[in-house]
């Protein structure tokens, strides 16, 4: 944990996005699309210093989804709350440009970045149902404070276009990559309504969970980039 926030604190003015060989120094501002969606609003600020290595940051706010049930993907939400969580999420990450292309209004960059997360969650009062044709229902109402350290590797693609005849570029950048991530739970149970459920039930009162599990992440930026 301590060598994390040290290496956060050391990366905490700086991010990068490398297009060709003749962009010395740019500075970009974005936002992910792809999490928007979801339950993440974050702001990507990017700095340019070197042709192909950079590193960078990104902060953003946790929101609770009701349009997204994870239910489907999980068999209940004692162990996979879902999209219900609120806070914040902060990043930092590097990247490393090994194939680019300038043509006259258009720059093209493949990369690879590994990253870092950190995650502070909670919900308080938030209502459960958990149900199976085989094993019955639950309802249940939780408080929830948890945190997420993680990191992952991504791969993927930068375009960029030329804004007129001026140094502003409009750049998309898509990208996939696989992380692992390590959550602990403070939860707890304030009631249970079991009509004859035989899954896996939550605990009245007070506990603790520990989880770490391999993650797919993608995503899609879009923004503003400046070259100087």
């Known amino acids: 944990m301590r060598r994390i926030f040290i290496f956060l604190f050391f990366l905490i003015s700086f991010n990068s996005v490398i297009l060709a060989q003749d962009f010395h120094k740019s500075f970009a501002i974005s936002n992910n699309l792809v999490m928007d969606i979801f339950n993440e609003h974050s702001v990507y600020l990017d700095l340019i210093p070197f042709k192909h290595h950079s590193i960078g940051i990104c902060f953003g706010e946790i929101f609770d989804n009701p349009k997204f049930d994870p239910r489907p993907l999980s068999s209940s939400q ?63 109402i939780r408080n929830e404070k948890a945190n997420i350290i993680g990191g992952n590797m991504d791969v993927g693609c930068l375009i960029a276009l030329r804004i007129f005849k001026s140094q502003v570029y409009f750049f998309c950048n898509p990208y996939i990559g696989l992380g692992y991530d390590q959550r602990h739970r403070d939860i707890e149970t304030l009631s249970i309504n079991d009509q004859n459920y035989h899954g896996d039930k939550p605990v009245l009162g007070k506990e603790t969970k520990e989880t770490k599990y391999l993650t797919f992440v993608c995503g899609a930026k879009v923004g503003l980039m400046l070259s100087f």
Request: hydrophobic content about 30%.
């Open 78 to 140: 004692n162990n996979n709350p879902g999209t219900v969580y609120k806070g914040y999420v902060a990043r930092a990450f590097y990247n490393f440009y090994f194939f680019n292309r300038d043509y006259e209004k258009l720059k093209f960059a493949f990369y690879m970045s590994p990253q870092i997360m950190y995650k502070d969650l909670y919900y308080n009062n938030k209502s459960f149902h958990d149900a199976n044709p085989d094993k019955g229902s639950i309802y249940y």
